[in-house]
């Protein structure tokens, strides 16, 4: 064997280990969901009863059912709110973290970070709880009782903060690396030209950090498109079905109502509503 092939031998023998847990807890479930979406696939059905082959009479009901059109609604809704906010909030705290030196710039990137560690069991009782009508913190503080998670619109805003003050640490960090990746020449040169102040921002800062911005905002629209847990713990899909989004819809269907195929045939017409979102992205900002 050449030394090549051995170092190549090597290299797969280390990668063993994540393939097999890829493969595994990922692929062959996604397989798996894929091939019960083409069946009539009961979790309570009786024993000994085989699941049906029913080919796309699970896709031609989603397509038929209200409600899914309702809960793709409310998510789509929530993804144009939520996600131009967490990028322009994470971009100018970005932004404002890197022109600190010191020590505290340490200290602000761990604060920001710090609430995306939290898991979204513990945030959401935490949020439910800061909003709730009675006594919450927001309501304690604010001259006016606002009805947080009390009427559709209230709910849906509320679950946007929420999530922004949740993962808002991520991209965050992300965009403070591309900053700290621009070279000091560029903003020499650009002070030299006469641009100060915003124009340094709009015609040095954002054109460089372009393919950074990029990965965040397709991160954070895929991440705003499966939104599950916020919903599911602060307000269960209410009131009126405001906030039930697609994710959770899914989970009633497959866990609640046992449609197991009619769930995973939902999931795959998220994916490919994901796929072709992203593949929008990619193509107008590259473009841009």
């Known amino acids: 064997m050449t030394r090549g092939r051995r170092r190549s031998a090597w290299n797969y023998l280390f990668l063993a280990p994540y393939l097999s ?42 397509l038929h059912d209200d409600y899914f059109w309702k809960a793709l609604w409310v998510t789509t809704k929530f993804v144009i ?5 967490t990028i322009i909030s994470a971009l100018l705290i970005s932004v404002g973290i890197e022109s600190i030196r010191g020590k505290r710039e340490q ?52 679950t946007i ?4 003050w949740w993962t808002v640490g991520g991209p ?13 020449a560029y903003y020499e040169a650009a002070s030299i030209d006469g641009a100060v102040g915003w124009r340094k921002f709009f015609f040095v800062t954002l054109p460089l950090l372009r393919n950074v911005l990029l990965f965040v905002t397709v991160i954070s629209v ?14 269960a899909g209410g009131p009126e079905r405001g906030t039930l989004v697609l994710v959770l819809y899914i989970y009633a269907q497959a866990f609640n109502n046992f449609h197991m195929g009619y769930g995973a045939a939902m999931s795959w017409l998220l994916f490919l509503i994901i796929v072709v979102f992203s593949v929008i ?7 841009r």
């Open 81 to 85: 709110f939520s996600v131009p906010i």
């Open 222 to 235: 895929i991440g705003a498109w499966q939104i599950f847990g916020q919903p599911f713990i602060m307000t």
């Open 281 to 287: 992205q990619f193509r107008v900002m590259r473009e």
């Open 107 to 158: 200290a602000y990137r761990v604060a920001i970070f710090l609430p995306t560690m939290i898991t979204i069991s513990v945030a959401g009782i935490l949020w439910r709880w800061f909003y709730n009508s009675e006594f919450g913190v927001f309501n304690a503080i604010l001259p006016v009782k606002v009805p947080w998670l009390l009427t559709p619109n209230w709910a849906m805003t509320s």
């Open 21 to 62: 847990i890829f493969l595994v807890f990922l692929v062959i479930p996604l397989l798996f969901g894929l091939w019960i979406s083409f069946q009539e696939y009961e979790l309570a059905r009786k024993a000994g009863d085989v699941p049906q082959f029913i080919g796309l009479r699970n896709y031609n009901d989603a």
């Open 172 to 184: 965050v960090v992300i965009l403070l690396a591309g900053l700290k990746q621009i070279p000091e």
């Open 161 to 164: 903060i929420m999530t922004l």
